[in-house]
């Protein structure tokens, strides 16, 4: 079975809307880290925004924030206020396990359109 | 910027040759951590490293093999080298996979071509 969903290979969004990329996980490990990240056309992968499973609140950085829910294994990304410079390929990460061996999704390409 | 850097940033190769790639983690980061993005296959996890020792294996071919040096930088040898091996390398590197918010930083990546 698959660690990390990415049901969304592409998604498009107005400039200045919200987006949600969504993003499903699977492990048994009490704990985990779920992680994601962002591929320009450059090619560098950026880190984004992390979420523990034991952590109570949504993690939130600037216009990124996490919807974490627990019981159905979901992490989505939420991006608010989108901006032209959002067009990239996010990824979905999972981080299980002591020596912390991640695993990523498939990723989702964000289109913004002006 | 990261502060994870990679050389080299392109490499052009033929098939049956041996490279090797190159990774300085962040400062203070002890965990470098070797990924393979390429279209078909994602990206894919190959070989953790912590303080020098090996922690993790991922699905790394036996014709790849790296290492971690005293001063904690990494390479990576790829070694009989197929058409199916170009892709884009990263290296990661992170402070300690043991702690639960322990994050990776990737470097800008080493784009091998094997022709």
């Known amino acids: 079975a698959q660690k990390i969903t990415q049901t969304q290979p592409g998604m498009f969004v107005q400039e200045k809307e919200a987006v949600t990329l969504d993003c499903t996980y699977d492990?048994?490990?009490?704990?985990?880290?779920l992680f994601w990240y962002k591929q320009p056309s450059s090619g560098e992968m950026i880190f984004l925004i992390y979420?523990?499973?034991?952590?109570?609140q949504n993690a939130t950085e600037g216009r990124y924030s996490l919807n974490f829910q627990k019981a159905r294994k979901s992490a989505n990304l939420v991006i608010s206020a989108s901006q032209l410079g959002d067009s990239a390929m996010y990824f979905c990460?999972?981080?299980?396990?002591?020596?912390?061996?991640?695993?990523f999704g498939d990723g989702t390409t964000l289109t913004v359109k002006p | 910027d990261s502060g994870v850097t990679q050389t080299p940033k392109h490499l052009i190769t033929a098939t049956g040759q041996r490279v090797t790639l190159r990774c300085s983690p962040r400062s203070g980061d002890l965990s470098v951590y070797w990924y393979q993005q390429s279209l078909d296959q994602g990206l894919q996890f190959l070989i953790q490293y912590y303080n020098g020792e090996e922690r993790a294996k991922g699905n790394i071919l036996e014709r790849f093999s790296a290492q971690q040096f005293p001063d904690l930088h990494s390479e990576l040898n790829l070694s009989s080298l197929e058409l199916g091996d170009s892709a884009l390398y990263f290296c990661a590197s992170s402070v300690d996979p043991g702690v639960r918010t322990d994050t990776q930083y990737f470097g800008p990546g080493t784009r091998l071509t094997v022709l």
């Open positions: 990460a999972m981080r299980e396990g002591e020596a912390g061996k991640s695993t």
């Open positions: 492990t048994s490990d009490p704990s985990y880290g």
């Open positions: 979420q523990g499973s034991y952590d109570q």
